[in-house]
Nanobody, 123 residues
Framework: QVQLVESGGGLVQAGGSLRLSCAAS????????MGWFRQAPGKEREFVAA????????YYADSVKGRFTISRDNTKNTVYLQMNSLKPEDTAVYYC????????????????WGRGTQVTVSS
């Protein structure tokens, strides 16, 4: 059974930092690209960042470039999202997903998702 479990969310003031983790099981983690997406109330799920299976290629949404860093540890089956200089507009539920060989920025190419972790940034 494939599982993804996100953790590390919380309430933080604007300008603060959080580090999200996503632990994977039930699949050969090291062979898949992984992505982080977020969804704010009333909005569609949007791409945040993605990383290829070996970390060789990394992608970011323009809105988080220079502030967020995605990384992975294939020995721990875990992908991370370091979020710095947080803004109120970063408030959302953050999800990680397995990319099933397609565009890393499109939800259509993700076949498994975690349940998400809430990030709230106060002004």
């Amino acid at each position: 059974q494939v599982q993804l479990v996100e953790s590390g969310g919380g309430l933080v003031q604007a300008g603060g930092s959080l580090r999200l983790s996503c632990a994977a099981s039930g699949r050969t983690f090291a062979t898949y690209a992984m992505g982080w997406f977020r969804q704010a109330p009333g909005k569609e799920r949007e791409f945040v960042a993605a990383i290829t299976w070996n970390g060789g290629r990394i992608y970011y949404a323009d809105s988080v470039k220079g502030r967020f860093t995605i990384s992975r540890d294939n020995t721990k089956n875990t992908v991370y999202l370091q979020m710095n200089s947080l803004k109120p507009e970063d408030t959302a539920v953050y999800y990680c997903g397995f990319n099933s060989r397609g565009s890393v920025a499109d939800t259509l190419y993700y076949d498994y998702w975690g349940r998400g972790t809430q990030v709230t940034v106060s002004s």
